[in-house]
């Protein structure tokens, strides 16, 4: 069964740091393209970044470009997000999710998801 | 980037009536190579993750029920519960999967029974 189970969640400052991980089970990790959405409280969806089976290559959407590093560990099949410099619009429930197929390429919708960690950014 | 507009925001429809939601987005999402539409429909009910429910616009996943069923090409699309049962209360999201990153979702839509 595949699980995806994120930790790392909290009540940061503004301009804090925070690492966000997510550990995978149930299928082989190092197949898949990974990814992080986010979903502000009582919001809708939004992709943060994705980060290729080997992690050579990372997207990122312009919010959080120069601020979020996307990673990964295969041997210990988790994905991470480095967050710095949080602003109180990052505050969200931030999901671990797999990109389907196991593809080269990132073309393919989410089929797993965590059930998310949450992420406040107050003073 | 690849805007994703979703119609209505909610709707209230009666049990064993039909819901129809839509989806436009601001450039094509059909790949002339393979001509498949890069659209998928996510549900997501109160305090989980979203489910994913459609692929390719109209592939259903293994396990929803055929009361669901996507359809459309190129820059609209639909998703279409033929019978609303209780538990299909949710949010449903589109979201495009087309060329480079970043990946966009719609708004999400809101089904409530009436």
């Known amino acids: 069964e595949v699980q995806l189970v994120e930790s790392g969640g909290g009540l940061v400052q503004p301009g804090g740091s925070l690492r966000l991980s997510c550990a995978a089970s149930g299928f082989t990790f190092s197949s898949y393209w990974m990814s992080w959405v986010r979903q502000a409280p009582g919001k809708g969806l939004e992709w943060v970044a994705n980060?290729?089976?080997?992690?050579?290559?990372?997207h990122y959407v312009d919010s959080v470009k120069g601020r979020f590093t996307i990673s990964r560990d295969n041997a210990k099949n988790s994905q991470f997000l480095q967050m710095k410099s949080l602003r109180a619009d990052d505050t969200a429930v931030y999901y671990c999710a797999r990109v389907m197929d196991g593809s080269r390429w990132p073309n393919h919708p989410f089929d797993y998801w965590g059930l998310g960690t949450l992420v406040t950014v107050s003073s | 980037d690849i805007v994703m507009t979703q119609s209505p925001d909610s709707l209230a429809v009666s049990l064993g009536e039909r819901a129809t939601i839509n989806c436009k987005s601001s450039q094509t999402v059909l790949f002339s190579s393979n001509n498949r539409n890069y659209l998928a429909w996510y549900q997501q009910k109160p305090g989980q993750p979203p489910k994913l429910l459609i692929s390719?616009?109209?592939t259903r996943e293994s396990g929803v029920p055929d009361r669901f069923s996507g359809s459309g090409s190129g820059t609209d699309f639909t998703l279409t519960i033929s019978s609303l049962q209780a538990e299909d209360v949710a949010v449903y999201y589109c979201q495009q999967y087309y060329g480079a990153p970043p990946r966009t979702f719609g708004q999400g839509t809101k089904v409530e029974v009436k």
């Open positions: 390719w616009a109209s």
């Open positions: 980060i290729k089976q080997d992690g050579s290559e990372q």
